[in-house]
């Protein structure tokens, strides 16, 4: 499976935007640890890990009687984590085979909606753990975002940030399917929270929107927009005078059967 933003063509752009990305996930990750009452103990999967700030959470949870394996297609952002807690994999969820019955948690952020079959990766991921565990997702719906005042050049630009998205394997809208794909994977007692929030351009995640499409401006240029307009769509996404209604973020979890 390819990443459509890899580090290999803006290394330094994307650590950044993964660093915001984990400053305003972080938050939410911690609400659904508490939920589901991670702790002491826990055998936890990290698929996805990313920049391994999910990683470093949930090794914090199970203490010295637990474990987080972390999974990633591309690891270079998580080797220093190995530790005795710690085991970093370089690993495709839908590739190679999970250890079954294994965790008390599999918590897939902010992956889900780049993969092309969702409920088999969720499938895969109850069955990695154990009878009675969580399985745990996070995901974005990007149909809400919007700018106000609003403008030809954005909607334009907007249109075509989300066809870079599909055409780079993205469901844009997939947090909204999440909780029905929880379900469809079979696992139980699914809970599914929404979170958006509407404030001044340059607020947490509007940075993160406009890193988003200033590392997708290749793919947007070749779909038909400009230099100018992909500028001016990060210009208000970054003024303070502009108001910007966010992405939906869905938090779901769901229990495999006992």
Do not use: N
Request: with cysteine.
């Amino acid at each position: 499976m390819t990443y459509l933003l890899s580090q290999d063509g803006a290394p330094e752009l994307e650590r950044s935007r993964l660093k915001l990305i984990q400053e305003f996930h972080d938050p939410l990750s911690v609400r659904q640890l508490d939920l589901m009452g991670v702790g002491e103990g826990w055998r936890c999967l990290d698929a996805g890990a990313g920049g391994g700030s999910l990683a470093r959470l949930l090794a914090e949870r199970v203490g010295s009687t637990g474990t987080v394996l972390a999974v990633d297609i591309d690891t270079s952002l998580l080797d220093d984590l190995a530790d005795e807690r710690i085991e970093v994999r370089r690993f495709d969820v839908l590739g190679g085979p999970l250890p079954q019955d294994a965790f008390d948690l599999a918590y897939a952020r902010l992956l889900l909606m780049h993969l092309p079959s969702r409920v088999r990766a969720l499938t895969r991921l109850s069955r990695s753990v154990r009878p009675g565990a969580w399985v745990a997702a996070m995901d974005p719906d990007f149909s809400t975002v919007g700018v106000s005042p609003s403008s030809p050049t954005w909607e334009r630009t907007r249109s075509v940030f989300l066809d870079a998205l599909i055409s780079g394997g993205w469901d844009p809208s997939y947090g909204a399917r999440l909780a029905g794909d929880l379900r469809a994977a079979g696992l139980v007692d699914v809970y599914s929270e929404p979170v958006a929030s509407e404030g001044p351009g340059d607020s947490l995640i509007a940075r993160i929107l406009s890193l988003t499409v200033e590392r997708l401006r290749d793919w947007m240029l070749a779909l038909g927009s400009g230099h100018e307009e992909i500028d001016e769509a990060r210009r208000l996404l970054e003024d303070p005078a502009t108001t910007f209604r966010s992405q939906t973020t869905y938090l779901a979890h769901g229990r495999r059967p006992a």
